[in-house]
Nanobody
Framework: QVQLVESGGGLVQAGGSLRLSCAAS????????MYWYRQAAGKERELVAV????????NYADSVKGRFTISRDNAKNTVYLQMNSLEPEDTAVYYC?????????WGQGTQVTVSS
């Protein structure tokens, strides 16, 4: 079955960097676009970044453009989110996401906390 497992979150000071990873299994990874979302406490889940199946196309929320980079390694079935110049407003649980055969799949999430 489809599994998405995020890792790489943690506590970082403002201005710092983190790289999140999402290991995927249970489907042909190279055929599907992948998404990163985040949800801050008391707020709705929001789309952060998306990458096409080949990695040739990416898109970002305005709030993270120029600071975050989504990438993927189809040989490792893994999608990444490199986060630079982190701000306290980036504090949230980060989730990777897949739309597969009409169903939405989520990982368990990884907490990112940015201190000021």
């Amino acid at each position: 079955q489809v599994q998405l497992v995020e890792s790489g979150g943690g506590l970082v000071q403002a201005g710092g960097s983190l790289r999140l990873s999402c290991a995927a299994s249970g489907f042909t990874f190279s055929r599907y676009g992948m998404y990163w979302y985040r949800q801050a406490a008391g707020k709705e889940r929001e789309l952060v970044a998306v990458i096409s199946n080949t990695g040739g196309s990416t898109n970002y929320a305005d709030s993270v453009k120029g600071r975050f980079t989504i990438s993927r390694d189809n040989a490792k079935n893994t999608v990444y989110l490199q986060m630079n110049s982190l701000e306290p407003e980036d504090t949230a649980v980060y989730y990777c996401n897949l739309l597969f055969r009409g169903n939405n799949y989520w990982g368990q999430g990884t907490q990112v906390t940015v201190s000021s």
